[in-house]
């Protein structure tokens, strides 16, 4: 494990990060999703893809990567932008899981793999509705100690700069970011996935000009049984 710290709009981010196969001639960028870490990306991906720079990250915020400041998506990309030039990592082949692929897709790399990605925004169902209005009346008679109840799942254990981080990312519609991406793209789902269903993937695949679709068997976390397959198709697109 290595740690890169570098100034961007007056806060300091150290960024941790692993590499394997380090003399390799292409680099693969791999995102975890929200409340994850580069370990589980890890997990899946080291074992393949030997001719290719494996570069494993934890999001500020996430794992071994401190984060002082509430952050957006966007955000995120910038300073991963600059967390690259620092490394002379190359956007060849960026792998995103979830809150990742948003990531992923905003730093256009030449090859685009999403997994399960976020984006797709989704109707709330109506237990999720109350909760929010429940939490809205609650905060305006300052109540903010009992809202903690009503947290979702991904927030509840969240310091307060990155619960409103979360905020700032759960509800983003990132629809012309997919319609606007021009490279191509393989997308890979689990088909039995709630956290982001099939129909969220099905949107995506619509919306982006240059894509393979593959459903796989799993829930959100299918890559972690489905990796050497995953990597069987990034190692045919790009290195045909």
Known sequence: MALKSFQHDQHTYSISYEIV?????????????????????????????KSFRHIYIDLPGFGGSINHAVLDTREYARILEMFFELIGAKKEI?????????????????????????????????TVQM???????????????????????DAKALNAVMYETFKNVVDEDFADEFKGFVNKAL????????????????????????????????????????AKSIASEIEEEYLK
């Open 94 to 126: 960026i792998i995103g899981h979830s809150f990742g692929g948003k990531i992923a897709t905003l730093l256009n790399p030449s090859l685009l793999v999403l997994l399960s990605s976020a984006g797709i925004k989704l109707p709330k169902p109506f």
């Open 187 to 226: 997308i890979c789902w689990g088909e039995d996935d709630t956290a982001t269903p099939l129909s969220a993937g099905q949107q995506i695949s619509d919306l982006i000009k240059k894509n393979r679709f593959t459903v796989y068997q799993g829930d959100h976390f299918f890559f972690l049984k489905r």
């Open 21 to 49: 196969n380090p003399l390799a001639k292409h680099d693969v960028v791999i995102l975890h999703g929200w409340g994850s870490n580069k370990e589980i990306m890890k997990q899946a991906f080291e074992p393949y893809m």
């Open 131 to 153: 909760k929010i209005k429940v939490t809205k009346f609650a905060n305006a008679l300052g109540l903010k100690s009992f809202t903690r109840l009503f947290r979702a799942k």
